[in-house]
């Protein structure tokens, strides 16, 4: 109740939060994974977050209890609640929402009063996610980063608005940079994008290279961007090094949406670099991890957390790094009101179609892990018996806010968890062998040992289909035993199935959008109960 | 995913052509691996339908390319004249599935080295 | 014969005396494999470039052995000598006998 929610938060203070470290000779604020959520929200963070080969066990492939023991986090704790997925809706209850644009403002306000100069930074995967930056195309989210002041941003699902609207945002709304040192001309293998940006600060010269996310062809559909070609370009990035450290860089920064394996992977083969602020896989780590003299910040996604980076600079080289993950518990930290009054003034026009309640839930609504979450269940549920299909596919998105039990599921709800630009509920055959066939091959795209053959995301979620997976296995032999829920009969490999599912890549996918296939279901249920999904089973490594 | 499972081309090793094709090339000559020869492709195609790769190979006078999981492995030969600034050259292939990439370059010596990069070519979708 | 085959090249229009350039060449060409079938589930019949020359001023610069691997679209990306002003002719042949050329002069300064 509201004692506990009290005492839980007597010791928790804006000024506490936002703490007073000495400010470096430079200071980097970073924020990443937005996905459009500009209001509180809830947001579970993974029960299972699996690294593979040489990062199994490292961070951020820890979760829960292994968690709190790495970072000496008390269980209970507001970081507790923050940063790892056990008693998330008890602790919820207690410590409250988390993020808000207003209240980032806030923050980044407080940053700059005591480090003037502090540079804000953008990792990317801000302008998709939300119903009304699906209704604006981005603009929205354009608006209100221009707003909070950030100074270059690098990018993934920006891309998902199609290579016209980003051309049409990158020359006349946007206002900073938007970098990719990694991101080509298909035709001719130029660069298509600046690479890199320069700052002076207080005497210092950093350089803000920025990366995006290296998959983007594979992982989303290539048609809306044809004509460029991306990849981790590691050569590509060490001669960019080269140029800025050549140009007088004293403190170089690399703005990535490379995901944290293929970063530290990056960060051990290209020297020079000295902050990689990492994004796209959207862990939040309370300290960095350290490869060479590389220091690898994660600042999660969502709103949830604002990274500050001190950095002391002498004699052209970087001397101590300091950094402070700073959790935005929305009932601690106020508002901005004018960053309040701007997210009111772009959310009013969809205000009421949002609000609009659709049912209830007698579970927690999550996505985040490895493996089905009860969003994607229920997603799942809705192809199912909406599509009338035999097996449904749901992509491993790592986006998509919580909704707590015994909440109502709004409209805006659904659409935090579907809003995209290829929502089309697709319904298919397939055979049993082909059907193996791709979810090997997304096995293959998480949990391949090396990290540049990793995409990043979690495996495609499914519905009316179990199965075994041995994470370690060969490419093509991770899973077994591959089961029919309905029948208990095993997956026939030269039977066809009746497949629904949604954000297919392929050009001219038909189907409704996702999020009426998924409002209709709930509507049909009135309350929504989704049990933990117990149909994955996972092979002990 | 989904429909892309259409376009889906599984493994398929085709390990004997390759050999021979290699064979072809070398007279049955000794290969050493690496050496002055480079082979540069993307860890994952984004099209196995265009894959871009690159070839250098300091001092060589011909590289061949073979893509081993392909039916046919054979996808060019470069040969680089007096006027060759260097021994390097860029181009596109196609690629059907996940599968090594093999250049095996002549240096002027006479001598033959092999190069070799894994491509994957997958079915793509989700994503963080 | 192939539809609207189009060459084009990027070359620089001037380079220094001993300076090694890059050259880069695309032409439009659709590679048919002689692997794919039709509607009809007939072969559809190999009709690819062959072949690619760079020559400058006479002299070979790279002379390319191309079989139906080679994407759509035929891209080539190489590096040249220019000992002196003169010209590039870029030469690609057609299966069908076909053969398509273009030209770039270069001034060394
Ligand atoms: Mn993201
Ligand atoms: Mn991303």
Redesign the pocket.
Known sequence: GNWGRLAAQQSLTQDGLIGAPRAGDVTVVHVT?IHAQTQPIWFREPSINLGVGQVEGKPPHITGPEFRAAYGIEQGSALDYALTYQDFVALGREYGRMGGLDRIATVVRAIRDQAPGAILLDG??TWQGSLPSLRTNGGDMVRLFNALGVEAMTS??EFTLGIDRVTEIVENELGCPFLGANIFDAMWDEPAYEPMTRFERNGTQVAVIGQA?PYLPIANPSWMFPDLSFGVRAERMAEVVEEARAGGAEVVVVLS?N?FDVDRKLAAEVPGIDVILT???HDALPEPVRVGDTHLIASGSHGKFVSRVDLDVADGRVGEVRHRLIPIFADVIAPDPEMAALVSETRAPFADEMAEVIGQTDSLLYRRGNFNGTWDDLICQALLTERDAEIALSPGF?WGASVMPGQDITREDIFNATAMSYPAAYRTEMTGDMLKIVLEDVADNLFNPDPYYQQ?GDMVRVGGLGYRIDIAAEQGSRLSDLTMLSTGEPIDPSRSYVIAGWASVNEGTEGPPIWDVVESHIRNQGTVSVPENTTVALKAG | LGAAAAIFLPRIGWADATTDAIAEFTGGADLTEGGALKLTAPEIAENGNTVPIEVDAPGAEAILILATGNPNPDVGTFHFGPLSGAQMASTRIRLAGTQDVVAVAKMADGTFQRASQEVKVTIGGC?? | MADNVTPRVRVPSSASAGEDITIKTLISHPMESGQRKDKEGNTIPRSIINRFVTTFNGETVIDVTMEPAISTNPYFEFVSKVPESGTFEFTWYDDDGSVYTESKDITVE
């Open positions: 994974d990317g995967d993934h699902w996310f949406h995901g994004g796209h896989t790592r990043g | 994503g963080g």
